[in-house]
């Protein structure tokens, strides 16, 4: 199957500061991926839809100017968590799939994030 | 939007033991594919099977997409069955995004 990768797979910072979060396919281009986050014993909850080129598209109740994200080519996508704080210490999971008819999705690693 | 359940959520197996996993979803849909999480939070694909069944090795799934449910099944539960089992579908409506039911906890008991 297709390859994502994330990176990092797990990091720790200050509250106030930013981190960011970066979503590869390696094997494959994808115009669209996707950023999911999991609390603790839940599940995956979309974000937001990522879209190459231009601006992503943001589920209802999430903050666009709190989760900034890029799609700069294609096969790199990024999450910034802006101005971090210890509520936003949660799994986040990115996705990405081979472009064409209903074709299935593939997951990076996660990034496990800690904000003390 | 569109309901996606699983059941059971919690379910411990003795080793050997076969189970079977139900997602039932609200509407009609294009894509499910069926995941396990493992302890360190990857996400392993498992089957994507929008319709019919599906077969590798000791699991199987099967979709009847038009009564809106699919069916997950482990034979011969081994310790490394253990986690959590996500099935996710995307939509008609949707623009390829995937949404997620609540999962299936699985602990297999040696």
């Known amino acids: 199957g297709a390859v994502v990768s994330q990176h990092p797979s797990r990091v720790i910072c200050k509250s106030g500061t930013s981190v960011k979060i970066e979503c590869r396919s390696l094997d494959f281009q994808a115009t669209t991926m996707f950023w999911y986050r999991q609390f603790p014993k839940q599940s995956l909850m979309l974000m937001a839809t990522s879209n190459e080129g231009s601006k992503a598209t943001y589920e209802q109740g999430v903050e666009k100017d709190k989760f900034l994200i890029n799609h700069a080519s294609l096969t790199l996508s990024t999450l910034t968590v802006t101005s971090a704080h210890p509520e936003d210490s949660s799994f986040y999971i990115c996705s990405a799939r081979v472009e064409g008819q209903n074709t299935e999705a593939f997951f990076g690693q996660g990034t496990r994030l800690t904000v003390v | 939007g569109i309901q996606v359940e699983q059941s059971p959520p919690d379910l411990i197996l003795q080793e050997g033991a076969n189970s079977t996993l139900r997602c039932n979803f609200s509407?009609?849909?294009?894509?499910l594919q069926w995941f396990h999480q493992n302890p360190w939070g990857q996400l392993i694909n498992l089957f994507y099977i929008p319709s019919g069944t599906k077969q590798n090795g000791r699991l199987s799934a099967t979709t009847v997409a038009t009564e809106r449910y699919s069916l997950l099944y482990i034979s011969s539960s081994q310790t490394t069955d253990s986690g959590v089992y996500f099935c996710?579908?995307?939509?008609?409506?949707?623009?390829?995004?995937?949404?997620f039911g609540s999962g299936t906890r699985l602990l297999v008991r040696p």
């Open positions: 509407d009609s849909v294009n894509n």
């Open positions: 996710a579908v995307r939509p008609r409506d949707s623009s390829y995004k995937l949404i």
